[in-house]
């Protein structure tokens, strides 16, 4: 039966009128003029850098990511993803819940608060942090006193991080869910299921594909957050420098063989983040087909 409705959906579409399509010469010219964009804004800079990497041969490649401090840089790039990401899937799952489920005044606040991190410059969410926890901000003479340190530290780092990324998982979550409604939800509460079991037996099998992909892009920018970081890190080499500061940091001293080299381990990390991304889509694409077989 599927298969007779797909082969009737198949002729329709044949029947229909060649005039309401763009000429074939139109589509060549618009897949080549972004094939040629693509290819000389995004593909040539990824290329060169691996160009650059390895320029001086392998082992200067391998000694410029094997560096103590390069090690360090990934390691609490690694960390403060690990940090954040998470913290902000819980917020991201909660505030689209709370929006998409529930009349509440000061709903259309809470998005504009959400949305907020992609109107402000990173560098002044870096300098909020900065006059709020720095040693003449509003709390640092407290936090002094009792031994704790925000600002250039990592504690500084994972919130300025937080801060960017906040938007992008529930920014993901919150369209897919409004469109789901509550109807699921009140289907099963009525068959006497409880909150929780509502939400995980109903709710993320729903959304699982939308709160992965936010994830994804949530982590995406929280490894290449540059500008926040590099205000609040304080650039302690070896301690407080993640991988973007850290290229920064080579640059400047001339080590271009080095910077390049270390800029394609944060390449390849973005790679393996979008890979993981493009399957996500290809799997969510998938879903609907896999409904009507």
Do not use: C
């Not at 040629?36 to 000694?63: C, D, H, N, T, W």
């Not at 407290?142 to 504690?155: N, T």
């Amino acid at each position: 039966m599927a298969g007779a409705v797909t082969a009737h959906l198949s002729e329709e579409a044949s029947k229909r009128p060649r005039h309401i399509t763009e000429p074939r010469s139109v589509q060549w010219v618009l897949i080549t003029v972004a094939l040629l964009f693509l290819g000389l804004v995004v593909l040539l800079p990824l290329v060169s850098i691996f160009v650059e990497a390895f320029k001086k041969g392998f082992e200067v490649y391998r000694a410029a990511i094997t560096e103590p401090d390069a090690l360090s840089a990934l390691r609490l790039t690694l960390i403060v993803a690990v940090i954040a990401v998470p913290l902000n899937t819980v917020f991201g799952v909660a505030a689209a819940w709370a929006i998409s489920k529930f009349r509440f005044r000061g709903k259309n606040v809470l998005i504009t608060l959400i949305d907020l991190p992609f109107a402000v410059s990173p560098v002044i969410s870096g300098l909020i942090y900065v006059l709020m926890f720095g040693a003449q901000g509003f709390f640092g003479p407290w936090l002094d006193e009792r031994g704790i340190q925000i600002v250039f530290a990592l504690p500084g780092i994972v919130l300025a991080t937080i801060f960017v990324t906040v938007p992008f998982v529930a920014r993901e979550l919150i369209p897919l869910m409004q469109a789901q409604g509550v109807q699921e939800e009140e289907a099963a509460a009525s068959l006497g299921a409880q909150g929780w079991q509502i939400f995980w037996r109903v709710t993320v099998p729903n959304i699982k594909w939308g709160l992965l992909y936010g994830v994804i892009l949530s982590n995406a920018r929280a490894m290449g957050e540059f500008g926040a970081v590099s205000v609040v890190s304080g650039h302690i080499r070896g301690e407080t420098n993640t991988l973007p500061l850290h290229i920064e940091i080579l640059y400047n001293e001339y080590q271009f063989s080095a910077s390049f080299a270390v800029a394609s381990l944060l390449v390849m990390l973005a790679v393996v983040t979008l890979l993981v991304k493009a399957l996500f889509e290809w799997k969510t694409a998938r879903r609907p087909q896999s409904g009507v077989e």
